[in-house]
């Protein structure tokens, strides 16, 4: 209520003086004192009407952005607690709390608004059951803040009496299905008191581990080996070894193993913002072919009334790039479900189809 006070007080000095000058009752030129007087009288409506903008906006306050947990052993969860506060003039509108390590981060919930002065909590677990040493995940809060994404960091130390080379097996990609390799982990005890591991196991048929002593107590080293066939795209499995350590029940380290598939969309689907499209979109999709036998790409359609799609590029046995547009006014179904479909040659992959979905960009949401 000062500042709308300050304003008007401000203004009306301010429209005097130029009555004044206008009328001829003040002298066209100032004086030094007069032009400082002026001067600064600008000076406190600008920062005035500045002010009143400020206050009339909701404000996401954290008073800590950071939250360390200190250091924990491996496996144990940790639970997360930030408080947030809105300092502004408007409800705050919590749309969105975007974790940087899906796998690791569990348990998420904030609240959806809060009034003028409201505080409230935003919690999470973080599953430590994958993760060894130095830890640095963020949380991204998005909002009808003025900043739209604030982004908060989960700091700490996961300690191990076993030291993981590496601490996971990642497969370098694959080019069959039939492929049948191996990825070694090496398992050291940095511990005075003996250490023994049990048989490992795996959730995904795909991987058999198999663990070997090397030195009981001390040291061991697991093979993983895909089994044949594997699927194209992402093949993933936790393995879970037991140990007699106190306080760690066991070990889990993440397979991962990717079959390129002999056809391929890059993206893997098209979003589009819901609503009216302000402007014309193009969206370019690469279809790459990953295959030494050849591929013809026989047709391709597009189910979209009112959009577009056209090859713009064209290596044959590599890959084909379409152009998909949509133009100014196109209007997006939140609930749009359409798709690029190609036929080819390929017994397999005879039809591809990529997605085009609709989504609620929540940066865009509008404020209340």
Same mark, same amino acid.
Not at 157 to 162: G, I, K, R, Y
Not at 253 to 263: D, E, F, G, M
């Given at each position: 209520?000062?500042?709308?006070?300050?304003?008007?007080?401000?203004?009306?000095?301010?429209?005097?003086v130029?009555?004044l000058?206008?009328t001829?009752?003040?002298?066209?030129?100032?004086?030094v004192?007069?032009?400082?007087?002026?001067?600064?009288?600008l000076?406190?409506?600008?920062?005035?009407?500045?002010?009143a903008e400020?206050n009339?906006?909701?404000?996401l306050f954290?008073e800590?952005?950071?939250?360390?947990?200190?250091?924990?052993?491996?496996?144990k969860?940790v639970?997360?607690?930030?408080?947030?506060?809105?300092?502004?003039?408007r409800?705050?509108?919590?749309?969105?709390?975007?974790p940087?390590c899906?796998?690791?981060t569990?348990?998420?919930?904030?609240p959806?608004?809060?009034?003028?002065?409201e505080?409230?909590?935003?919690?999470?677990?973080?599953?430590?059951?994958?993760?060894q040493?130095?830890v640095?995940?963020t949380?991204?809060?998005? /909002?009808?803040?003025?900043?739209?994404?604030?982004?908060?960091?989960?700091t700490?130390? %996961?300690?191990? =009496? +076993? &030291?993981l080379? *590496?601490?996971?097996?990642?497969?370098?990609?694959l080019?069959?299905?039939d492929?049948?390799t191996?990825?070694?982990?090496?398992?050291?005890?940095?511990?005075?008191?003996?250490?023994?591991?049990?048989?490992p196991?795996?959730d995904?048929?795909?991987f058999?581990?198999?663990?070997?002593?090397?030195?009981?107590?001390?040291k061991?080293?697991?093979?993983?080996?895909?089994?044949?066939?594997?699927?194209?795209?992402?093949?993933?499995g936790?393995?879970?070894i037991?140990? /007699?350590?106190?306080?760690l029940?066991?070990i889990?380290?993440?397979?991962?193993?990717? %079959?390129?598939? =002999? +056809? &391929?969309?890059s *993206?893997s689907?098209?979003?589009?913002?819901t609503?009216?499209l302000?402007n014309p979109?193009?969206?370019?999709?690469?279809?790459s072919?990953?295959?030494?036998?050849?591929?013809?790409?026989?047709?391709?359609?597009l189910?979209?009334?009112?959009?577009?799609?056209?090859v713009?590029?064209?290596?044959?046995?590599?890959?084909?790039r379409?152009?998909i547009?949509?133009p100014?006014?196109?209007?997006?179904?939140?609930?749009?479900?359409?798709?690029?479909s190609?036929?080819?040659s390929?017994?397999?992959?005879?039809?591809?189809n990529?997605?085009?979905?609709?989504?609620?960009?929540?940066?865009?949401?509008k404020k209340?």
């Open positions: 209520m000062r500042v709308f006070r300050m304003i008007r007080f401000s203004f009306r000095i301010a429209f005097g130029h009555k000058h206008f001829g009752i003040m002298p066209n030129k100032l004086n004192n007069q032009r400082r007087f002026s001067s600064a009288l000076l406190v409506i600008s920062y005035a009407t500045i002010l400020t009339d906006v909701p404000v954290v800590k952005e950071t939250f360390n947990f200190g250091k924990v052993i491996t496996g969860d639970e997360i607690r930030f408080e947030i506060q809105n300092k502004g003039k409800d705050l509108l919590v749309y969105d709390v975007s940087s899906a796998i690791c569990d348990g998420l919930s904030w959806d608004k809060l009034a003028p002065n505080k409230g909590l935003i919690g999470a677990r973080l599953q430590t059951g994958e993760l040493g130095s640095d995940r949380l991204s809060i998005y /909002s009808n803040h003025k900043e739209k994404r604030i982004i908060l960091h989960i700490g130390q %996961v300690w191990s =009496p +076993l &030291e080379k *590496p601490s996971y097996a990642y497969f370098p990609t080019k069959s299905i492929s049948n191996d990825l070694r982990v090496g398992i050291l005890n940095k511990v005075p008191e003996e250490v023994i591991l049990s048989r196991r795996c995904n048929p795909k058999q581990p198999k663990l070997i002593t090397e030195k009981k107590g001390r061991y080293t697991l093979i993983v080996l895909t089994v044949p066939p594997m699927e194209f795209g992402i093949n993933s936790l393995i879970k037991d140990t /007699s350590y106190p306080g029940p066991n889990l380290i993440r397979a991962t193993a990717k %079959v390129s598939p =002999p +056809l &391929e969309f *993206p689907r098209v979003f589009l913002k609503g009216d302000k979109i193009r969206k370019i999709v690469r279809l072919v990953n295959s030494t036998e050849p591929i013809e790409i026989l047709e391709h359609t189910n979209l009334e009112g959009s577009m799609v056209e713009i590029e064209r290596q044959p046995g590599k890959y084909i379409f152009a547009s949509f100014k006014g196109f209007h997006v179904e939140p609930n749009l479900v359409a798709s690029l190609v036929r080819t390929h017994k397999q992959f005879s039809q591809l990529l997605p085009i979905q609709a989504y609620a960009n929540v940066i865009q949401r209340d």
